[in-house]
Nanobody
């Protein structure tokens, strides 16, 4: 059973930066369709897919709302997924979740859950 544990959340002023980490307990099952990624959910809003990488660590998706500000990366040697967040805005306030699956359904349907899901880490951006 793969476990995902997020860390690095916190409170920051608008314009600031944070780096989220997601420790992956073991190598994902074999197969080219696996991905690792970040989602977020703000109060009273639907879950939003933020960014993802493929099994090799190549970024394959960024939400338009974070392009140019967020960078996703995978340290395969350490099995850690990162989300570098710069120029944070009030609208980035949310709980951020790390997830992994071999299906893209969670990126298409906000109600679909990923096979592996972290517990979440809070990011709060204030003015």
């Amino acid at each position: 059973q793969v476990r995902l544990v997020e860390s690095g959340g916190g409170s920051v002023q608008a314009g600031g930066s944070l780096r989220l980490s997601c420790a992956v307990s073991e190598t994902l099952p074999p197969g080219p369709r696996w991905w690792l990624g970040w989602f977020r959910q703000a109060p009273n809003k639907e879950r939003e897919g933020v960014a993802r990488v493929d099994a090799g660590g190549t970024p394959t998706y960024y939400a338009d709302s974070v392009k140019g500000r967020f960078t996703i990366s995978l340290d395969s040697a350490k099995n850690v997924l990162y989300l570098e967040m710069n120029n944070l805005k009030l609208g980035d306030t949310a709980i951020y979740y790390c997830a992994a699956d071999a299906s893209l359904s969670p990126w298409i349907y906000s109600s679909a859950t990923a096979r592996y899901w972290g517990q979440g880490t809070q990011v709060t951006v204030s003015s």
